[in-house]
C-alpha cells in the first residue's frame, strides 16, 4: 500500500513557475514508476508526464514538454513535478500517482493516486 500526497499548488501568473511535490508513505517507494495527471473543470484526467523507479527514464506529453521536469528523491519518498513557463492552459487539479509497471503512461497503468492539489495559471 502507497499513500501519496500533494502538495505545492497554488495561482500563478502566466510565465510563472511552480514545483508540486508528491510525498509517499511506505518503504516501497523507490520498487515504484511515478507519474502525474491533469484534470482541468468538466475535462477527464491526461497524462502529463512520468519517471521510472530509478528516475533515470523520463517521458512527458507533448503539451508541456520542454517546461515540466519530473524528478524524484528516493531517500525522501518524494517525487516532484517542475513547472515553468506556465500557461493559463495549464490551469487544472494535478494528481501524482505510483505503477509496478516500468514506465506508465496510461491512468488504468497506475495503481494508487494522490488526493490534488490545484494549480491556477491567471493570464
Known amino acids: 500500500q502507497v499513500q501519496l500526497v500533494e502538495s505545492g499548488g497554488g495561482l500563478v501568473q502566466a510565465g510563472g513557475s511552480l514545483r508540486l511535490s508528491c510525498a509517499a508513505s511506505?518503504?516501497?517507494?523507490?520498487?515504484?514508476?511515478m507519474g502525474w495527471f491533469r484534470q482541468a473543470p468538466g475535462k477527464e484526467r491526461v497524462y502529463v508526464g512520468a519517471l521510472t523507479s530509478s528516475g533515470s527514464n523520463t517521458n512527458y506529453a507533448d503539451a508541456v514538454k520542454g517546461r515540466f521536469t519530473i524528478s524524484r528523491d528516493n531517500a525522501k519518498n518524494t517525487v516532484y513535478l517542475q513547472m515553468t513557463d506556465l500557461k493559463p492552459e495549464d490551469t487544472a487539479v494535478y494528481y501524482c500517482a505510483a505503477s509496478s509497471r516500468w514506465l506508465a503512461l496510461t491512468t488504468l497503468a497506475y495503481d494508487y493516486w494522490g488526493q490534488g492539489t490545484q494549480v491556477t495559471v491567471s493570464s
Open positions: 511506505g518503504r516501497t517507494f523507490s520498487r515504484y514508476a
